[in-house]
């Protein structure tokens, strides 16, 4: 249900053009709907001039070289003894062994580059030739963030190596490419890896459960996609409860108060306030409205999902979260010395959000009913 990620990306362009309308009275959908179809036009031109050939049965030429060249370092042939950096180069050594220690792991990071290598050119044809946001969705979990998701499941390990081949890096790759690694190196030393690690986990340990019967992987897919049944349904007009045109004064609040960031007279923070705090009106309406809660919730709130969202407000990813932050901060910033934003009070409205049932209040049961049942199957 979290169509924010959709509204917050596409806003700018949506709206951009009517930035001078003066009287003219702005049809906030069509002009959102507008942005979207941009944003989509720019994907599918990038994907299809650079990526797929011209019928889109297969890559382009320069994908399958690209492909050609790092198959070897992710597929490689079988390797005895100590690993030789010359065989080794893109990757380099550390994270080769890391690689090695798993086990019956180790072949995973191979087996999901021949998924993408064989389906990878199918799954971007379908995207591009897709007439739906719903497809869209759909698309992009069953051929690139499913298939993530299950070999982290399958190997969690992998989490750790993929990290340990940032953090000690003894690659040649800037070597041969000529270029300075001191920035690299920068990033690498003073970015918080272990709270992104603590979060990921966190999310690992309730999408790769079972739930209710159900595949948690397959379920958060589910919930995620509901944002594009949204748009499917905004921009056909239908006036549905899985639609913004239900909540469209909540919605073009939302949009208004984006528009209006200032961000010479404003401070970051503030705009982080206001920012949520348009955001959760909006939702008030979406998923708490009497009349639609319970169709809202059947088409995202399963037990998986409850659990996510307890998972994104606890305290231990909360507090990940600010560490993770305080450690970006100094690598964005123009100036370094330049105090970090406090985000904890938009955070903390934020978390409170997720808890459906107390953010719903009186005005609906749905969550709490089916917050009771998820439990009751856990006892």
């Not at 999901?112 to 946001?133: D, M, P, R």
């Not at 300075?180 to 966190?202: A, P």
Request: glycine fraction near 6%; proline fraction near 3%; aromatic fraction near 12%.
């Amino acid at each position: 249900m979290k169509i924010i990620c959709v509204l917050v990306s596409c806003f700018a362009l949506a709206t951009a053009q009517y930035e001078d309308a003066g009287d003219f009275e702005i049809d906030y959908f069509q002009a959102f709907e507008m942005g979207m179809s941009q944003a989509i036009s720019y994907w599918n031109g990038l994907i299809k001039e650079s990526m797929l050939n011209d019928d889109m049965t297969a890559f382009n030429s320069s994908i399958i070289g690209m492909l050609a060249m790092v198959e070897p370092h992710i597929c490689p042939a079988q390797q005895t003894g100590k690993c030789k950096p010359d065989e080794n180069w893109m990757l380099g050594c550390n994270c080769r062994n890391g690689f090695k220690r798993l086990g019956e792991c180790r072949a995973k990071p191979c087996q999901l580059f021949t998924h993408f290598k064989n389906k990878g050119a199918e799954g971007l044809a379908k995207f591009v030739k897709a007439e739906s946001y719903t497809e869209r969705y759909s698309v992009v979990f069953e051929y690139f963030a499913n298939p993530i998701s299950r070999a982290l499941c399958e190997c969690p390990g992998l989490l750790d190596a993929s990290i340990n081949c940032v953090t000690n890096y003894d690659g040649q790759l800037f070597t041969l490419l000529g270029g300075d690694r001191t920035g690299f190196d920068h990033v690498v030393k003073n970015f918080n890896w272990r709270s992104l690690k603590t979060i990921f986990k966190s999310y690992m340990d309730v999408g790769c459960a079972q739930k209710d019967g159900k595949d948690c992987i397959t379920e958060l897919a589910k919930m995620y996609s509901i944002a594009g049944t949204f748009l499917d349904n905004t921009f056909s007009s239908r006036d549905t409860c899985l639609s913004m045109i239900r909540f469209e004064d909540e919605f073009v609040t939302y949009l208004q108060t984006v528009a209006s960031f200032n961000m010479t007279t404003e401070s970051i923070s503030s705009i982080a306030n206001r920012f949520i705090d348009a955001y959760l009106e909006m939702q008030q309406e979406a998923i708490c409205e009497p009349s639609c809660a319970g169709e809202v919730a059947d088409a995202f709130y399963s037990c998986c999902a409850k659990d996510a969202f307890e998972a994104m407000a606890s305290k231990p990813v909360a507090k990940a979260y600010g560490k993770l932050w305080a450690s970006i901060w100094p690598l964005i910033a123009e100036n370094s010395e330049r105090k970090r934003p406090n985000f904890s009070e938009a955070f903390k409205k934020y978390t409170a959000f997720l808890d459906l049932n107390s953010f719903c209040g009186a005005r609906t049961d749905v969550y709490k009913v089916r917050n009771d049942r998820c439990d009751a199957l856990e006892a």
